[in-house]
């Protein structure tokens, strides 16, 4: 009787999944085209959408984001007189086609389900070809990321080539940042406080060096990682550089990322979110924190950025502190007990960072700038968990632009030794 209870059992699961039906919620009531983003650059008009877990599992009935896969929805209009084609893989070139996905997901003993599912999935891709005066719309299955995705749309005809880019916020991501916003964010940190413009080179290079050297605690009574860098740009260059370049934002920290990032440091593995430390310039802890992570969460890039009290031009500065984790180490400096271990070369991770704005075509213009102060390999200094570094003492100055610019558009300069050119 016991064999034939679980028999009985197991047939009726094998019943009730067999009549999974395939019921996809009508795409105008998800309510995702709500939040879509508008541009339009050449007479092409682009509307971007990436949907959150909840939208992505009420639209195609699926739990997508357990699977990493995340939708983005568009919607492209052609206002020129050729024929246009759209390319998926500049949002992400390892995207997955319709029918794939539905494999992916496909459901144990419903045939006829996942045969629907097929089609819908096929019949909602977004099309390549768009003919002129055409508007179409569909979806682009992605990769999953969180917090914040940048979205390039590329299409293309025989007379030109149209790039419009999004910075996408995804919702459901606790980050560790505040989005830079070029008004509201001077006075939520530097209320009723003059924001000096600087206007001419030597402007520059005087605020540079007299910057703080290196980071400090909370109350500021210990030193620690030099800022060896600083930003120039606007949010609608920053993101985009960092974003191209394969920067994550990181999760602010909470019992459950605290309890995610220990499982990954001890078992292993990638989290690319992982949220990181706070560092102090200015009084306060950063205003912005990315990292790239490589094979093991204890090996990574992060930096950190500051808003500071002036613009160049009109344009945000941001002063920042990058390093490389190279391993990880028991300490009694952290409250968790453990730390990652950085590249004592600082100024090898300070160059990395102006690759990665190079190869993204974000770099406009390049200096350097003393402000750190030597520190010699023989005799360096140690960061807040002891961790030595050493400098030329250095720090980079880089302007950065929306607009495509390739290495030789760079401008380059050197305001180290006596200030000139």
Known sequence: M?????????????????????????????GFMERAEIRTEEDVTVRVVVLTADEAKAAFDCKLYKKKIQPVWLEITNGT??????????????????????????????????????WFYYLNQMPFA?????????????????????????????????????????????????KLEDGDFYETFFPGQEIVDLTSPEEVKKWVEEQPAT????????????????????????????????????????????????????FGGAYRYSPISHLYVYGRAQDIAFQKVRSSINYRNHLRLWLAPV???????????????IGSRFTTKSKTLTTHRIDPNVDDTRAS???????????????????????SPEEPRGNLTGDPWFTDGNRAVMLLTSEPTSVTEIDWFDWTDDGTD
């Open 2 to 30: 016991r064999h034939l209870r679980i028999f009985l059992f197991a047939a009726a699961m094998v019943f009730v999944a067999g009549c999974r039906t395939f019921s996809p919620t009508p795409m105008d009531q998800v």
């Open 81 to 118: 007189d050729d024929e246009m084609l759209f390319l998926p893989r500049s949002i992400d070139p390892d995207y997955f086609s319709p029918l794939e996905v539905a494999q992916k997901t496909s459901w144990r003993w419903s045939k006829k389900a996942n045969h629907e599912k097929k």
């Open 130 to 178: 768009i003919l002129p005066g055409e508007t179409v719309s569909g979806f682009v299955f992605t990769n999953r990321q969180k917090g914040v995705r940048w979205v390039l749309v590329e299409v293309f005809s025989e007379h030109k080539a149209v790039h419009v880019e999004f910075i996408h916020e995804v919702p459901g991501f606790k980050a560790d940042f505040h």
């Open 215 to 266: 980071v400090t605690n909370a109350d500021g009574s210990k030193t620690g990682d030099p800022l060896n860098f600083v930003i120039i740009a606007d949010s609608e260059a920053l993101w985009p550089a960092l974003l191209r370049s394969g920067w994550d934002p990181t999760a602010a920290m909470s019992a459950g990322t605290a309890m995610k990032t220990g499982f990954f440091g001890i």
């Open 311 to 325: 613009t160049v031009n009109g344009l945000p500065v941001l002063i920042g502190q990058i390093s490389r984790d």
């Open 353 to 375: 960072l102006a690759q990665d704005f190079i190869y993204a075509q974000a770099l406009s213009a390049y200096a350097r700038v003393g402000g750190v102060g030597f520190v």
